[in-house]
């Protein structure tokens, strides 16, 4: 699942749109609930070295999400799940776009991550 593919399906099942907050950042998304205002997932692109060990230069998205803190240590564990890019790593982590994490997995984590911010 890309980046547009993932909004789409935010925007289909929870009709929150992306916000753009930073000017320094225009591509960094934010969904958040419009009750209460917290976010639920923050799509990012960044340097791949950033989270991935020996990564380079090359941009990569990816999606933060809030998940149980007992769920962390065990879904960093899987290929493309690390800990949160700037955020608190012991409830968030994040989630490489792309290949490495299924469609079933990415869905369940961000509809989960909506849930545990209502």
């Given at each position: 699942m890309?980046?547009?593919e993932?909004i789409a399906?935010?925007?289909?099942?929870?009709?929150?749109i992306?916000?753009?907050p930073?000017?320094?950042?225009?591509t960094f998304?934010?969904?958040?609930?419009?009750?209460?205002?917290?976010?639920?997932a923050?799509i990012m692109d960044?340097?791949?070295?950033k989270?991935v060990?020996?990564?380079?230069?090359?941009?990569?998205?990816i999606?933060n999400?809030k998940?149980?803190?007992?769920?962390?240590?065990?879904?960093?564990?899987?290929?493309?799940?690390?800990?949160?890019?700037h955020m608190?790593k012991?409830?968030?982590?994040t989630v490489?776009l792309?290949a490495?994490?299924?469609?079933?997995?990415?869905?369940?984590l961000?509809d989960?991550?909506?849930r545990?911010?209502?």
């Amino acid at each position: 699942m890309n980046r547009y593919e993932l909004i789409a399906y935010i925007q289909n099942n929870y009709g929150v749109i992306p916000e753009y907050p930073w000017a320094r950042a225009p591509t960094f998304a934010t969904f958040k609930h419009g009750n209460n205002g917290k976010w639920f997932a923050v799509i990012m692109d960044i340097a791949a070295k950033k989270i991935v060990e020996g990564g380079g230069e090359e941009k990569i998205d990816i999606v933060n999400v809030k998940v149980l803190p007992e769920l962390v240590g065990s879904l960093r564990l899987q290929k493309g799940i690390y800990p949160a890019y700037h955020m608190n790593k012991e409830h968030w982590v994040t989630v490489k776009l792309g290949a490495e994490v299924s469609v079933a997995e990415l869905i369940s984590l961000v509809d989960e991550s909506y849930r545990l911010t209502t």
